[in-house]
Protein backbone atom coordinates (compact mmCIF):
# COMPACT_ATOMS: atom_id res chain seq x y z
CA UNK A 1 0.00 0.00 0.00
CA UNK A 2 2.10 3.21 -1.29
CA UNK A 3 0.39 5.91 1.28
CA UNK A 4 1.44 3.46 3.96
CA UNK A 5 4.82 2.92 2.09
CA UNK A 6 5.14 7.15 2.28
CA UNK A 7 4.78 7.28 5.94
CA UNK A 8 7.12 4.80 6.68
CA UNK A 9 10.28 5.85 4.24
CA UNK A 10 9.88 9.14 5.29
CA UNK A 11 11.78 8.26 8.49
CA UNK A 12 12.22 10.54 11.29
CA UNK A 13 11.92 13.61 9.39
CA UNK A 14 8.16 13.12 8.11
CA UNK A 15 6.86 13.73 5.46
CA UNK A 16 6.07 17.06 4.30
CA UNK A 17 2.60 18.26 4.64
CA UNK A 18 2.01 17.81 0.65
CA UNK A 19 3.64 14.78 0.73
CA UNK A 20 1.13 13.46 3.61
CA UNK A 21 -2.05 14.84 1.81
CA UNK A 22 -1.30 12.78 -1.42
CA UNK A 23 -0.50 10.04 0.85
CA UNK A 24 -3.63 10.53 3.05
CA UNK A 25 -6.00 10.64 -0.72
CA UNK A 26 -3.85 7.64 -2.33
CA UNK A 27 -5.54 5.76 0.94
CA UNK A 28 -8.84 7.16 0.24
CA UNK A 29 -8.46 6.03 -3.53
CA UNK A 30 -7.10 2.53 -2.42
CA UNK A 31 -9.88 1.92 -0.32
CA UNK A 32 -12.55 3.27 -2.91
CA UNK A 33 -10.95 0.87 -5.07
CA UNK A 34 -11.57 -1.99 -2.57
CA UNK A 35 -14.95 -1.50 -2.33
CA UNK A 36 -15.18 -0.76 -6.34
CA UNK A 37 -13.90 -4.26 -6.72
CA UNK A 38 -15.92 -6.22 -3.97
CA UNK A 39 -19.07 -4.25 -5.33
CA UNK A 40 -18.76 -4.97 -8.90
CA UNK A 41 -17.70 -8.57 -8.58
CA UNK A 42 -20.74 -9.36 -6.25
CA UNK A 43 -23.09 -7.32 -9.31
CA UNK A 44 -21.74 -10.49 -11.25
CA UNK A 45 -22.90 -12.80 -8.54
CA UNK A 46 -26.42 -11.29 -8.07
CA UNK A 47 -26.94 -11.67 -11.93
CA UNK A 48 -25.87 -15.35 -12.08
CA UNK A 49 -28.08 -16.39 -8.98
CA UNK A 50 -31.17 -14.59 -10.76
CA UNK A 51 -30.25 -16.10 -13.37
CA UNK A 52 -30.22 -19.66 -11.77
CA UNK A 53 -33.16 -19.16 -9.90
CA UNK A 54 -34.97 -18.23 -12.53
CA UNK A 55 -33.97 -21.63 -14.25
CA UNK A 56 -31.83 -23.65 -11.90
CA UNK A 57 -29.32 -26.18 -13.67
CA UNK A 58 -26.09 -27.99 -12.25
CA UNK A 59 -24.41 -25.58 -14.23
CA UNK A 60 -25.99 -22.38 -12.99
CA UNK A 61 -25.35 -23.60 -9.29
CA UNK A 62 -21.95 -24.11 -10.31
CA UNK A 63 -21.36 -20.85 -11.77
CA UNK A 64 -22.83 -19.24 -8.91
CA UNK A 65 -20.45 -20.74 -6.56
CA UNK A 66 -17.43 -20.03 -8.68
CA UNK A 67 -18.41 -16.29 -8.40
CA UNK A 68 -18.83 -16.75 -5.14
CA UNK A 69 -15.42 -17.15 -4.64
CA UNK A 70 -14.45 -14.38 -7.12
CA UNK A 71 -16.53 -11.79 -4.93
CA UNK A 72 -14.93 -12.49 -1.72
CA UNK A 73 -10.64 -12.38 -2.85
CA UNK A 74 -12.02 -8.53 -3.34
CA UNK A 75 -13.58 -8.54 -0.01
CA UNK A 76 -11.49 -9.98 1.87
CA UNK A 77 -8.42 -7.22 1.18
CA UNK A 78 -11.19 -4.38 2.04
CA UNK A 79 -10.40 -6.29 5.83
CA UNK A 80 -7.18 -3.75 6.41
CA UNK A 81 -10.10 -0.72 6.20
CA UNK A 82 -11.59 -2.15 9.49
CA UNK A 83 -11.31 -1.57 12.96
CA UNK A 84 -11.76 1.96 13.26
CA UNK A 85 -15.13 3.74 13.39
CA UNK A 86 -15.10 4.13 9.32
CA UNK A 87 -18.27 3.60 7.54
CA UNK A 88 -18.14 -0.12 7.28
CA UNK A 89 -17.50 -0.60 11.33
CA UNK A 90 -19.30 2.38 13.56
CA UNK A 91 -22.13 2.50 15.09
CA UNK A 92 -24.14 2.42 11.75
CA UNK A 93 -21.99 0.68 9.98
CA UNK A 94 -23.02 -2.50 7.72
CA UNK A 95 -20.00 -5.11 8.32
CA UNK A 96 -22.71 -7.24 10.45
CA UNK A 97 -24.86 -7.46 7.39
CA UNK A 98 -22.02 -8.11 5.51
CA UNK A 99 -19.55 -10.33 6.94
CA UNK A 100 -20.98 -11.42 10.79
CA UNK A 101 -19.20 -15.16 10.89
CA UNK A 102 -19.85 -18.04 12.38
CA UNK A 103 -22.99 -18.42 11.76
CA UNK A 104 -25.53 -20.96 12.85
CA UNK A 105 -27.15 -22.26 9.71
CA UNK A 106 -30.47 -23.82 10.95
CA UNK A 107 -31.93 -19.69 11.39
CA UNK A 108 -31.62 -20.21 7.83
CA UNK A 109 -32.52 -23.39 5.92
CA UNK A 110 -32.89 -27.57 7.00
CA UNK A 111 -29.64 -28.55 9.05
CA UNK A 112 -28.26 -32.47 9.25
CA UNK A 113 -30.86 -33.80 12.13
CA UNK A 114 -33.30 -31.00 11.16
CA UNK A 115 -35.27 -31.17 7.97
CA UNK A 116 -37.66 -28.05 8.91
CA UNK A 117 -35.28 -26.09 10.67
CA UNK A 118 -34.95 -21.94 9.59
CA UNK A 119 -37.08 -18.96 8.51
CA UNK A 120 -37.42 -21.03 4.81
CA UNK A 121 -39.28 -23.37 6.38
CA UNK A 122 -40.85 -21.18 8.31
CA UNK A 123 -44.35 -20.57 6.80
CA UNK A 124 -46.24 -19.85 9.75
CA UNK A 125 -44.23 -17.28 11.51
CA UNK A 126 -42.43 -16.16 8.28
CA UNK A 127 -44.90 -16.40 5.74
CA UNK A 128 -43.39 -13.35 3.39
CA UNK A 129 -39.53 -13.35 3.23
CA UNK A 130 -38.60 -10.00 2.47
CA UNK A 131 -35.08 -7.54 2.44
CA UNK A 132 -36.45 -5.73 5.44
CA UNK A 133 -37.06 -9.01 7.84
CA UNK A 134 -33.57 -10.29 7.04
CA UNK A 135 -31.92 -6.76 7.84
CA UNK A 136 -33.75 -6.72 11.13
CA UNK A 137 -33.81 -10.68 12.02
CA UNK A 138 -29.43 -10.56 11.66
CA UNK A 139 -27.92 -11.28 14.73
CA UNK A 140 -31.45 -10.61 16.55
CA UNK A 141 -31.39 -13.91 18.48
CA UNK A 142 -27.66 -14.34 19.15
CA UNK A 143 -24.47 -12.99 17.48
CA UNK A 144 -24.96 -16.44 15.81
CA UNK A 145 -28.39 -15.69 14.13
CA UNK A 146 -26.90 -14.47 11.02
CA UNK A 147 -29.48 -14.12 8.11
CA UNK A 148 -27.60 -12.12 5.78
CA UNK A 149 -24.23 -11.38 4.00
CA UNK A 150 -21.79 -13.60 2.09
CA UNK A 151 -21.58 -16.37 4.86
CA UNK A 152 -25.15 -16.58 4.35
CA UNK A 153 -25.16 -16.79 1.03
CA UNK A 154 -22.82 -19.50 1.19
CA UNK A 155 -24.83 -21.69 2.97
CA UNK A 156 -27.36 -21.14 0.13
CA UNK A 157 -25.29 -22.62 -2.17
CA UNK A 158 -22.77 -25.03 -0.78
CA UNK A 159 -25.50 -26.05 2.71
CA UNK A 160 -23.41 -27.26 5.32
CA UNK A 161 -19.80 -28.13 5.65
CA UNK A 162 -18.93 -31.34 6.89
CA UNK A 163 -16.44 -32.83 4.47
CA UNK A 164 -12.30 -32.51 4.77
CA UNK A 165 -11.78 -32.72 0.88
CA UNK A 166 -14.71 -30.57 -0.13
CA UNK A 167 -17.49 -28.28 0.89
CA UNK A 168 -20.88 -28.36 1.80
CA UNK A 169 -22.85 -30.58 -0.87
CA UNK A 170 -26.07 -28.66 -1.50
CA UNK A 171 -27.64 -30.18 -4.67
CA UNK A 172 -29.46 -27.69 -7.41
CA UNK A 173 -32.21 -29.44 -6.70
CA UNK A 174 -32.73 -27.74 -3.19
CA UNK A 175 -33.85 -25.02 -6.00
CA UNK A 176 -36.48 -27.23 -7.92
CA UNK A 177 -39.90 -28.03 -7.24
CA UNK A 178 -40.77 -31.42 -5.73
CA UNK A 179 -36.60 -31.70 -5.84
CA UNK A 180 -34.80 -32.44 -2.55
CA UNK A 181 -35.80 -30.13 -0.38
CA UNK A 182 -39.34 -28.60 0.34
CA UNK A 183 -39.62 -24.88 -0.44
CA UNK A 184 -37.69 -24.34 -3.58
CA UNK A 185 -39.32 -21.15 -4.24
CA UNK A 186 -38.58 -19.33 -0.37
CA UNK A 187 -35.12 -20.69 -1.07
CA UNK A 188 -34.59 -19.34 -4.34
CA UNK A 189 -35.92 -15.88 -2.98
CA UNK A 190 -34.02 -16.07 -0.44
CA UNK A 191 -30.77 -15.74 -2.55
CA UNK A 192 -32.01 -13.51 -4.38
CA UNK A 193 -32.91 -10.92 -1.57
CA UNK A 194 -29.90 -11.73 0.24
CA UNK A 195 -27.70 -10.90 -2.70
CA UNK A 196 -29.51 -7.57 -3.54
CA UNK A 197 -28.85 -6.74 0.51
CA UNK A 198 -25.66 -7.35 -0.18
CA UNK A 199 -25.08 -5.24 -3.05
CA UNK A 200 -27.54 -2.72 -1.04
CA UNK A 201 -24.45 -2.10 1.60
CA UNK A 202 -21.42 -2.77 -0.13
CA UNK A 203 -22.69 0.79 -2.04
CA UNK A 204 -23.26 2.32 0.64
CA UNK A 205 -19.34 1.93 2.09
CA UNK A 206 -18.16 2.85 -1.37
CA UNK A 207 -20.63 5.93 -1.91
CA UNK A 208 -19.20 7.18 1.43
CA UNK A 209 -15.37 6.36 0.27
CA UNK A 210 -16.00 8.40 -3.03
CA UNK A 211 -14.53 11.79 -3.82
CA UNK A 212 -17.17 14.19 -1.86
CA UNK A 213 -18.49 11.24 0.28
CA UNK A 214 -18.99 11.96 3.79
CA UNK A 215 -16.75 9.73 5.24
CA UNK A 216 -13.98 10.47 2.93
CA UNK A 217 -13.96 14.22 3.64
CA UNK A 218 -14.18 13.42 7.52
CA UNK A 219 -11.09 10.99 7.17
CA UNK A 220 -8.86 13.45 4.99
CA UNK A 221 -9.81 16.08 8.09
CA UNK A 222 -8.30 14.20 10.85
CA UNK A 223 -5.22 15.31 12.14
CA UNK A 224 -2.43 13.77 10.74
CA UNK A 225 -0.93 11.36 13.71
CA UNK A 226 -4.98 9.93 13.85
CA UNK A 227 -4.86 9.21 9.88
CA UNK A 228 -1.66 7.14 10.75
CA UNK A 229 -3.22 5.85 14.00
CA UNK A 230 -6.12 4.87 11.80
CA UNK A 231 -4.04 2.74 9.35
CA UNK A 232 -1.80 1.18 11.14
CA UNK A 233 -4.37 0.14 13.85
CA UNK A 234 -6.13 -1.65 10.93
CA UNK A 235 -3.90 -2.90 9.68
CA UNK A 236 -2.41 -4.57 12.67
CA UNK A 237 -6.02 -5.82 13.86
CA UNK A 238 -7.39 -7.16 10.42
CA UNK A 239 -3.88 -9.23 9.92
CA UNK A 240 -5.06 -10.80 13.40
CA UNK A 241 -8.27 -11.58 12.05
CA UNK A 242 -7.75 -12.61 8.55
CA UNK A 243 -4.86 -14.86 9.91
CA UNK A 244 -7.39 -16.14 12.39
CA UNK A 245 -10.78 -16.13 11.35
CA UNK A 246 -12.63 -17.72 8.29
CA UNK A 247 -13.96 -14.40 6.27
Known amino acids: MSSVVLFISCGSQGPTEKEFEAAAENYADIVLASYQDSYSETVKLKELIDAFVAA ?11 QWLKARDPYG ?5 RFYGGPIDDED ?5 INAWPMDENFIDYVRND ?8 LEEYPEITKALLEKLNESFSEESIFTGYHAIEFLLWGQDFYKDSGGLRPYTDYVEGGTAPN ?11 AEL ?6 SVQQEWEKG ?3 RATFLAFPKNEIITKIFT ?3 ASTIITSTNHF
Do not use: M, V, W
Not at 77 to 81: G, H, K, L, N, S
Not at 184 to 194: F, H, I, Q, S, V
Open 56 to 66: PTEEGFLACKT
Open 77 to 81: QTEAF
Open 93 to 97: GPEGL
Open 115 to 122: STAGLINN
Open 184 to 194: PERRGLYLKLT
Open 198 to 203: LLDHLL
Open 213 to 215: GNY
Open 234 to 236: ALG
